[in-house]
């Protein structure tokens, strides 16, 4: 059984910096597909960041340039390091996993949740 614990959510003013950690709980980081998403009223639940175990990443276009996903292996963590935020980025940061999906190959959906960590930039 594997569970997701998101952590570092803040207030920010825009321009600043953050980091999101996503702890995994259970089974080693390297057994799942991972993912950042980010929940909104106007856009919903979306995906913004997807990390795979060879060290393959994909952005959203929204985020490309600024947000950089990395997993510390050793620590079974996730983390989204997030550079110059705007106030776009406001939302609710949920971390996923994919089961048995450790390259990302899979087209189906996460299956492993967090219970989210809120971030919320002013200008």
């Known amino acids: 059984q594997v569970h997701l614990v998101e952590s570092g959510g803040d207030s920010v003013q825009a321009g600043g910096s953050l980091t999101l950690s996503c702890t995994v709980r259970?089974?080693?980081?390297?057994?799942?597909?991972m993912a950042w998403f980010r929940q909104t009223p106007r856009k919903g639940r979306e995906p913004i960041a997807r990390?795979?175990?060879?060290?393959?990443?994909f952005y959203a276009e929204s985020v490309r340039g600024r947000f950089t996903i990395s997993r510390e292996s050793r620590k079974n963590i996730l983390s989204l390091q997030m550079y110059n935020v705007r106030s776009e980025d406001s939302g609710m940061y949920y971390c996923?996993?994919?089961?048995?999906?450790?390259?990302?190959?899979?087209?189906?959906?996460?299956?492993?949740w967090g219970q989210g960590t809120p971030v919320t930039v002013s200008s």
């Open positions: 996923a996993a994919r089961s048995s999906d450790p390259y990302c190959s899979s087209t189906g959906s996460f299956d492993v």
């Open positions: 990390s795979a175990n060879n060290d393959d990443t």
């Open positions: 259970g089974p080693p980081i390297s057994s799942f597909c």
